[in-house]
């Protein structure tokens, strides 16, 4: 027996694919933290696996390293959902 894994053409985009990356799911409680590192690749790079060898972040959840306007210099960003007492 074949199994289709192709979305029904009767639903909806939203109903096949529910999560969408670019809209993050309201969770009771817990509210977006945004985490800035700028420095040279060298550093950066550093404070990422850092944080990874202290669980707090894998690797791959920070973004691209990204050029500033200073020469040598890049950003990266991670986005992590945190608690947050009411």
């Known amino acids: 027996m074949t199994q289709s894994f192709l979305a029904n053409p009767s639903t909806t985009s939203t109903e096949a694919f529910p999560y969408c990356p670019l809209r993050q799911p309201e969770i009771p409680h817990r509210q977006p933290l945004k985490h800035l590192l700028i420095g040279s ?5 550093g404070a990422i696996h850092a944080l990874h060898v202290l ?3 894998e690797v791959g959840a920070w973004s691209p390293l ?3 306007t200073n020469e040598g210099e890049v950003m990266s ?3 992590r959902q945190v608690w947050v007492r009411e």
């Open 55 to 57: 669980g707090y972040a």
């Open 41 to 45: 690749p060298k550093a950066v790079r």
């Open 77 to 79: 960003i991670l986005v």
């Open 66 to 68: 990204i050029p500033t």
